[in-house]
């Protein structure tokens, strides 16, 4: 059976705050969307790694990069830097940060994030 289903991030399932980061959560049935403001100086081992206690973040994340620029580096030694325009899957075992001076905005698309992975910890 087909069915639309529709969210809205002015009213989000969930709101997460970290060090230098906010998380907006919206359910669409079992996918979760995930729209994230990371400021200059975020990273994921200084803002995340110490409320997950992981040596590297276990999640993995496909999304889109709207504004700013950041950067993931896999436990494997593999760097990217993602811009306004991209998008990525990053599979786990990775640190993320932001790149440079100005804010990044992305949104996330799948049923787990840093920031669910947080919150379960």
């Known amino acids: ?54 040596e590297s973040c276990q999640a993995k994340h496909v ?17 990217v830097q993602f811009k306004s325009g991209d998008v990525y899957v990053i599979e786990p075992g990775h640190d993320g940060w932001v790149e440079g001076n100005e804010a990044a905005l992305i949104y996330e698309f799948s049923g787990n994030t840093p920031w669910n992975v947080a919150s379960n910890s």
């Open 1 to 54: 059976m087909a069915s639309i289903v529709s969210n809205d991030f002015n009213s989000p399932d969930e709101t997460m705050t970290f060090d230098k980061a906010e998380a907006k959560i919206v359910n669409l049935g079992d996918v979760k969307v995930t729209k994230a403001l990371l400021q200059p100086g975020w990273s994921w081992s200084t803002c995340i790694k110490p409320v997950v206690g992981t």
């Open 63 to 79: 999304g889109v990069v709207i504004q700013g620029s950041v950067s993931a580096k896999h436990d494997d030694g593999t760097q």
